[in-house]
């Protein structure tokens, strides 16, 4: 069984930086593009940020690029996003997900439950 | 960037009622398109990819259409479980990029 199982979302100050992490579990995790989506409170679903299977691609929304970094550890089959620089644009639940078919398409069946970030002073 | 445009907000539709979502592309982008379903506290759920193709498990009351730049899905007869949020996404160019939702509601 597919697990996605994020953490390290918390309470943080404005300019302050947050390193999300997600556990996978139940596939190969090297095989898969892995992706960060959110979605603020009440708020639709943005794409933030995916990582190629070996980490030679990244791609990001522009709202977080230069201040966040997307990388991963396929021995560890874990995914990162490490946040810079956070403003309260970026308080959200964070979804770790993975691709349905390795290769074929950024769609995602697999949801993790999510890590919520909140920056507030 | 690919900007999708999701039509109407909010549909207040009766159960057992035929509806159609719309979803539009600002250019095309094939049949690269999947969309969701979201309840309340819950995380998405994959409905169709490939503009058409349903996921596994996903009822046959759940049609999607479309290519290019405009895209439908369509629910057969609306069951008390489908009133959500429902999301069209992109997936033909970076950055990926999600429709801002329809919401079902009960008439």
């Known amino acids: 069984e597919v697990q996605l199982v994020e953490s390290g979302g918390g309470l943080v100050q404005p300019g302050g930086s947050l390193r999300l992490s997600c556990a996978a579990s139940?596939?190969?995790?090297?095989?898969?593009?892995m992706t960060w989506v959110r979605q603020s409170p009440g708020k639709g679903l943005e794409w933030v940020a995916s990582i190629k299977q070996d980490g030679s691609e990244k791609y990001y929304v522009d709202s977080v690029k230069g201040r966040f970094t997307i990388s991963r550890d396929n021995a560890r089959n874990s995914l990162y996003l490490q946040m810079n620089s956070l403003g309260g644009q970026d308080t959200a639940l964070y979804y770790c997900v993975r691709e349905l078919f390795s290769g074929a398409g950024n769609y995602y069946v697999y949801w993790g439950q999510g890590t919520l970030v909140t920056v507030s002073s | 960037e690919v900007v999708m445009t999701q039509s109407p907000a909010t549909l207040s539709v009766s159960p057992g009622e035929r509806v159609t979502l719309s979803c539009w592309a600002s250019?095309?982008?094939?049949?690269?398109l999947a969309w969701y379903q979201q309840k309340p506290g819950q995380a998405p759920r994959l409905l169709i990819f490939?503009?058409?193709t349903r996921a596994t498990g996903i009822p046959a009351r759940f049609s999607g259409s479309g290519s290019g730049t405009e895209f439908t899905l369509t629910i057969s007869s609306l069951q008390s479980e489908d009133f959500a949020v429902h999301y069209c996404q992109q997936y033909h160019k970076w950055p990926i990029t999600f429709g801002q939702g329809t919401r079902l509601e009960i008439k």
């Open positions: 139940g596939f190969s995790f090297s095989d898969y593009w």
């Open positions: 490939g503009a058409s």
């Open positions: 250019q095309s982008i094939s049949t690269n």
